[in-house]
């Protein structure tokens, strides 16, 4: 138990059956040098399997663990967003495309790969509860191949380049409830590995349920990708108020052909979007070129959204774009929503049993 103060800390790795609890008027403020990170760790940076500085609170392979209190953990992460004009991401895809086992992509000490604050890898039984969390380096709550995870009444407060606030990435039976996030990214983001080493792995992500949620600021509310090479399935969201007022797109759905995988059974009900730019986005085309040929086109399907509010638009209210005539998106419902007036008409194509029962385009 941490208590009355501030401490400061390098890396922390929880073991099985331990709780790192935080009372209320505790802060772990964690340290900006990076050699306090070090030795490196296996984990997955952005999808793709790297050995790379420790999260700020790792674990491996560990059962009946948890982060629990009212008090604070600080990641001191604005001294790490500058990294973010490294090349390192890149090089990173480019060894998993050329068959480097992930055991040999050492990255850390000399590199410029941000650490993501809470990764919980290959666990089960993961509680995450009470705790705020303030100015992530990067990825926020990133479980990783791990099952039965709760993360409950948590405040998320962080700005900066990609500080997601929630990444299940390969999980399953995960709960998302109550939290709040105010974040610099997709608030929550729902992933399971990238392009070949993704396809290699082939571990899903499935039974996530969402509920309660306020998404108080972010670029994404409810993002289904990009990562989705292990596929995506079985995600529940109801009773989510998205209040961000740079939100970009409110319900987003997002790969492209170098990622193979799925993306299906994902539902959303009654929630509330105050302001987007786009209410609804679905692409098979997400951050797509010329170099991409289709080679491994995910497929979208057997998406429904309903009971839901868009107060307003600045863009449109609905874009689905499938990759061609023969890979296409299917049976997408959106019931029974309603759309103020926005500035362009939905946007439709290589797309095949869109339903729009009872929904309202003002």
Not at 60 to 81: P, R, Y
Not at 116 to 134: A, E, S
Not at 274 to 303: E, F
């Amino acid at each position: 138990m941490v208590s009355g103060g501030t401490f400061l800390t390098g890396a922390i790795h929880l073991k099985s059956n331990v709780d790192l609890c935080v009372k209320r008027g505790a802060t772990i403020r964690f340290s900006t040098d990076p050699k306090a990170y070090l030795p490196v760790v296996l984990a997955r940076y952005e999808g793709t399997e790297v050995m790379n500085y420790s999260p700020l609170v790792y674990a491996f392979e560990q059962t009946n663990i948890a982060i629990t209190g009212d008090g604070t953990l600080d990641g001191q992460g604005t001294s790490w967003h500058s990294w973010k004009s490294f090349d390192d991401p890149r090089r990173l895809v480019e060894l998993a495309a050329r068959g480097v086992p992930a055991g040999q992509r050492i990255f850390g000490a000399g590199h410029h790969l941000r650490p993501n604050f809470i990764v919980p890898d290959r666990c089960r039984n993961i509680l995450i509860q009470g705790i705020r969390i303030v100015d992530s380096p990067m990825w926020v709550i990133n479980p990783v191949y791990c099952t039965n995870v709760t993360v409950q009444s948590v405040t998320v407060d962080t700005q900066g380049p990609n500080t997601d606030g929630c990444d299940p990435d390969s999980c399953a039976d995960v709960l998302i409830r109550n939290c709040n996030f105010s974040d610099g990214d997709d608030c929550i983001a729902i992933k399971s590995g990238r392009d070949l080493d993704g396809q290699k792995i082939n571990v899903p992500s499935r039974d996530i349920v969402i509920q309660n949620c306020r998404f108080e600021a972010g670029h994404g509310g409810v993002a289904i990708g990009s990562e989705t090479s292990g596929g995506i399935e079985d995600v529940f969201a109801e009773h989510c108020r998205f209040d961000s007022t740079n939100l970009e797109m409110a319900i987003r759905l997002k790969t492209n052909p170098a990622r193979g995988g799925f993306i299906e059974q994902i539902y959303v009900r009654d929630c509330v979007i105050k302001r987007a730019q786009i209410g609804i986005d679905m692409t098979l085309r997400y951050g797509s070129s010329g170099a991409i040929d289709g080679h491994a086109v995910p497929v979208i399907r057997n998406i429904d959204i309903r009971n839901t509010r868009f107060k307003q638009l600045t863009k449109q209210p609905v874009f689905i774009e499938g990759w061609s005539e023969s890979a296409r998106i299917s049976n997408v419902s959106i019931v029974d929503c309603h759309f103020p007036p926005a500035p362009k008409k939905n946007y439709i194509t290589n797309a095949t049993d869109i339903v729009m029962d009872g929904s309202r385009f003002y």
